[in-house]
């Protein structure tokens, strides 16, 4: 009951916020989302609805779950160092914050280290840096 309030407080606090996106997946897998997406697709080619030749980076992004745009940080509370199957897709350049914080816990001060560390960065998105 304790999540479920947090949660709705975040809600609440955040409904009229527009310059972010905020995902919490519930019984979500990244595998499963690919697997879909990539289902989706074959079909609509079988179909002769989807060439070939269209089937891009961006197209792809479509048929998955929620069209969501590239993952810039992904927060990973609670200390684990893993992605655990979460937006393997959208996640592909993003870059990585793992705080010992647990979710209940992570708070403003939290997220200001977090976006601290992020301004750090050299986000080169699988260029090399020439420097």
């Known amino acids: 009951k304790g999540v479920i309030n947090t949660m709705k407080k975040a ?5 009229d916020n527009t310059g972010g996106i905020f995902n919490i997946c519930i019984n979500y897998g990244g595998r499963s989302e690919i697997i879909e997406a990539t289902k989706k697709i074959c079909q609509k080619v079988l179909n002769n609805e989807l060439a070939l030749e269209d089937i891009t980076e961006e197209s792809f992004n479509h048929y998955l779950f929620q069209d969501l ?3 810039d940080l992904m927060i990973r509370t609670s200390g684990e160092q893993r992605i655990s199957n979460f937006l393997l897709w959208q996640n592909s350049y993003a870059e990585f914050y793992f705080p010992k914080t647990k979710f209940p816990d992570f708070n403003e001060e939290e997220y200001d280290k977090a976006l601290l560390e992020y301004t750090k960065r050299d986000r080169r998105f699988g260029s090399i840096n020439n420097e």
């Open 11 to 15: 809600e609440d606090l955040t409904k």
């Open 69 to 71: 745009p590239d993952v």
